[in-house]
């Protein structure tokens, strides 16, 4: 399926000199002179070379179209995953390097999205959002106000993020995963 180069978004898939990329970053850019475009960061899915690509708006681009399922994360084994297919039961274990940094997100019983091209995994979704709990936070600077200021914390998978100045040790937060950024507080 063909689709602009402006529409393309964090988490596509596209055909790109003859392999398949994975989209990470895109940014949007309007300059004065000329017409708009938007560079986008992509990563090989086979041989994990990353790029950088300009694409104008009526620039057109393959996305591949993939098979999805749903699996449940069971339990990670060395370098690999290991999630087990919900209509079957089957097992299927991935290396962790077609994860990258959102396998610190992962939890036990989890439920993913495997995209699957020509029967083999390419691409793991995890949720947008997770629960987790700030295991470290710094002390609040006195005189930082409210509004803007952000403190550094440590999650309990071990990912850094910035959090408002309110948040404590052991407060259950939301995580945005694909951002790694602090979304709420959670209920």
Excluded: C
Aim: hydrophobic letters at 40%.
């Amino acid at each position: 399926m063909k689709i602009s180069g402006v529409d393309i978004r964090p988490g596509n898939i596209l055909e790109h000199e003859g392999g398949i990329w994975k989209v990470g970053k895109i940014q949007h850019t309007q300059p004065g002179k000329g017409g708009a475009f938007m560079q986008v960061e992509m990563k090989n899915l086979e041989d994990g070379r990353k790029t950088n690509i300009r694409y104008r708006s009526q620039d057109t681009v393959e996305k591949v179209r993939l098979d999805t399922k749903d699996f449940q994360f069971l339990f990670a084994d060395g370098e690999s995953f290991v999630f087990m297919d919900e209509e079957n039961f089957e097992q299927i274990t991935i290396a962790a390097k077609l994860l990258g940094d959102e396998a610190a997100f992962l939890q036990d019983g989890m439920q993913v999205t495997l995209e699957m091209y020509d029967e083999r995994p390419i691409s793991v979704q995890l949720p947008d959002q997770i629960e987790a709990t700030i295991v470290e936070a710094d002390a609040v600077v006195k005189g930082q106000t409210a509004s803007s200021s952000y403190k550094p914390a440590i999650l309990d998978n071990g990912v850094r993020v910035m959090v408002p100045p309110h948040i404590s040790s052991g407060t259950r937060i939301i995580v945005d995963v694909y951002a790694k950024e602090y979304v709420r507080k959670a209920d």
